[in-house]
């Protein structure tokens, strides 16, 4: 009995002893798993933390009273994340769709591309179609007629409209650009000039004509269908284009570097480019109750489209949790929130989706830029509710023709939207003059734009990951089948030898004779005997 309590009192006092030593162990167990969580995802910690600073930033500077000049040196660093972002566009999106066409054979170029055609037109009819009907219930331009853009401290510029033709027509002819080395800095666009003509009649007339110009910005419509044609014919070339391959496999890999390095950036620049923007806002008190109704519609509709319906999708398509996948890219999110511009977050997008959701480098490098592109959910959200916000505005009720005509202009404008700060701006007056609106209203737009902009964006790059990841999974599954058959062939014909063996005359010759020695074996030996 003594024993027995002896060695009860040594184990209460073994266990006593190592009580705290084992909770040490697991406090220190929690903080190095605390510490690898900060550690793999520091940039996505960094990047939030940015946002946060930076409203808190744009609110402790608001009442400073800075002026204009001090507001640009307040945005400076945020200038500099941008112009680091743009510098690494050209070479990423034409060296990115140059390796993934290559690498891609015809048979599934061809049906990647058309289930991402099926897939961005899709979820951008969806899109237009829930704007429309978000813009019927909520009603943003009732009773808002007394609105004006001098009362809101606004300027009364509008951008000048150009016909729907016009429109349409210069979208094909940025698909094939007459200068390459030009389209990456300058874009076709149509303008008009009024001549004077006298009618027979003896009166006068203006008439308009329209005449081809070249402004500022990146054809990245024209260069991504160069890219595209031009790997699919590096791929016919065989071993003669393999060099060339090699070549814009390598220079996408030392950009995606130059990637890593900028996105330890961002978290500074967004910070800047948040704090300096809610400063530039002169009344935002009342440019939010006076336009609050057509902001919260179309973030809602934004709400709605990007937090619900694309995660349908997904989830429709693969099975597979939607919101993890989203959880991975927080960073370009963020980034998309704070720069406004689906161009400048292709980068961090095409990183983060390799890197944090696994998806294949031939998938996302194909897709990515390409959605950038022509995918705008965002956009097209944002152009419906404005259009039936402006109608609303002057009293004009919508028949079933003129909706129509919006959710068809509204998805085939949104391709041609340039992926910059409101960049969807210039598209709308498009879908206005083919309804028959008034575009005078359209600095009302401008003034919100910067708050919906960022949605937008979100919406828009959100909608080109989970393409990617789905036609990721569509591709995967494919492969799985295709080595579950070879599998099932191989099985076939390993059974299919082994019978004709059996049966093939040689075999069986074979085994005759080796039948006849070991029949005669005995028989000699028996002989010998």
């Keep these: 009995m003594e024993a027995a309590d002896e060695g009860k009192a040594g184990n209460g006092r073994n266990g006593h002893a190592e009580g705290p030593a084992a909770e040490q162990r697991g406090g220190g167990g929690r903080l190095r798993g605390c510490r690898g969580f900060l550690r793999r995802n520091a940039l996505v910690v960094l990047t939030v933390s940015g946002v946060v600073a930076g409203v808190a930033l744009g609110a402790a500077v608001r009442g400073a009273a800075l002026s204009p000049a001090q507001v ?26 140059v390796s993934g066409a290559a690498s891609l054979d015809t048979r599934s170029l061809g049906r990647l591309g058309g289930i991402a055609l099926g897939y961005f037109l899709g979820t951008t009819l969806l899109a237009s179609g829930l704007a429309v009907a978000l813009g019927f219930i909520v009603r943003p331009g009732a009773g808002a007629s007394a609105l004006n853009a001098p009362g809101l401290g606004l300027p009364g510029g509008v951008p000048t409209s150009k016909e729907t033709v016009d429109s349409f027509l210069d979208l094909v002819r940025n698909l094939f650009p007459a200068n390459l080395v030009a389209a990456a800095f300058r874009t076709y666009a149509t303008e008009y000039k009024m001549l004077l003509r006298n009618t027979t009649s003896g009166n006068v007339t203006w008439e308009k004509i329209p005449v081809g110009t070249e402004i ?47 996105m330890w950036y961002v978290p500074i620049g967004i910070m800047f480019l948040v704090g300096s923007k809610i400063v530039e806002m002169e009344d935002i008190v009342l440019l939010v109750t006076s336009l609050g ?3 919260f519609a179309s973030i809602l509709g934004h709400f709605i489209h990007g937090g619900i319906i694309l995660p349908l999708i997904y989830f429709a398509s693969t099975r597979q949790n ?28 095409i990183k983060c989706i390799e890197e944090n959701n696994r998806v294949d480098k031939r998938i996302s490098r194909f897709i990515l830029p390409i959605g950038a592109t022509v995918n705008m959910d965002g956009a097209a959200i944002f152009q419906c509710m404005a259009a039936v916000f402006i109608a609303q505005l002057n ?27 409101a960049g969807g701006v210039l598209t709308i007056a498009i879908i206005l003059e083919a309804i028959g609106l008034p575009t005078n209203d359209l600095s009302l737009i401008l003034a919100v734009d910067w708050i919906v902009d960022r949605t937008t964006t979100v919406v828009n790059v959100e909608g080109d990951a989970l393409g ?10 494919e492969k799985k089948d295709k080595e579950q058959e070879l599998k099932e062939v191989k099985v076939e014909a390993v059974a299919n030898s082994k019978s004709e063996g059996e049966t093939s005359p040689l075999v069986t010759h074979k085994n005759r004779v080796s039948n006849t020695t070991s029949t005669a074996d005995p028989e000699s030996k028996e002989s010998v005997l």
């Design 72 to 97: 640009a040196y307040l945005a400076f660093p945020g200038e500099l994340l941008l112009r680091m972002l743009r510098m690494v566009i050209l070479p990423l999106v034409v060296c990115s769709l």
């Design 395 to 421: 009293n004009v009720d919508l028949n079933p023709g003129q909706i129509f005509t919006i959710l068809v202009t509204a998805t085939a404008s949104s391709v041609g939207a340039a992926g910059v700060p």
């Design 322 to 349: 939607p919101y993890r996948f989203l959880l991975g890219l927080i960073t370009p999110l963020a980034t998309a929130f704070a720069t406004c511009s689906s161009s400048a977050t292709l980068p961090s997008m």
């Design 216 to 262: 500022e910005g990146m054809n990245i419509l024209g260069l991504v269908l160069f890219a595209l044609v031009l790997g699919v014919a590096l791929k016919k070339l065989g071993q003669e284009g393999e060099d060339l391959i090699r070549f814009f496999n390598s220079f996408n890999e030392a950009t995606m570097v130059l990637v890593s390095w900028i």
């Design 293 to 295: 109704k057509y902001i």
């Design 468 to 477: 990617a990841g789905i036609l990721n999974y569509l591709n995967e599954k």
